[in-house]
Nanobody, 118 residues
Framework: QVRLVESGGGLVQAGGSLRLSCAAS????????MGWYRRAPGNERELVAV???????NYADSVKGRFTISRDNAKNTVYLQMNSLKPEDTAVYYC????????????WGQGTQVTVSS
């Protein structure tokens, strides 16, 4: 069974920084794309950033230049460094990964709350 466990959320003032981590565990053969999504109150879940197994990245326009996604393939872990945080970044952040065990499947973490105060 595969699990994604997130950590690093919390409360921060506008302009501050947070670093999210998400570790995958279980019977993992390989992981292709890993990423972060978020859902703000009253909104749909939206993509924040994704990264492939070879390090290619893609970001939402709203976070470009402020957030950086990275991964450690040896640890099956993806990170999201969030700088210059704004109140509109407040949301529950979810880790996502496409993981192959016997077959490729999409997995989600439980979510971690990020709150940015003005």
């Amino acid at each position: 069974q595969v699990r994604l466990v997130e950590s690093g959320g919390g409360l921060v003032q506008a302009g501050g920084s947070l670093r999210l981590s998400c570790a995958a565990s279980g019977s993992i053969f390989s992981i292709s794309v890993m990423g972060w999504y978020r859902r703000a109150p009253g909104n749909e879940r939206e993509l924040v950033a994704v990264i492939t197994s070879v390090g290619s990245t893609n970001y939402a326009d709203s976070v470009k230049g402020r957030f950086t996604i990275s991964r450690d393939n040896a640890k099956n872990t993806v990170y999201l460094q969030m700088n210059s945080l704004k109140p509109e970044d407040t949301a529950v952040y979810y880790c996502n990964a496409n993981i192959r065990t016997t077959v490729p499947s999409n997995y989600w973490g439980q979510g971690t709350q990020v709150t940015v105060s003005s």
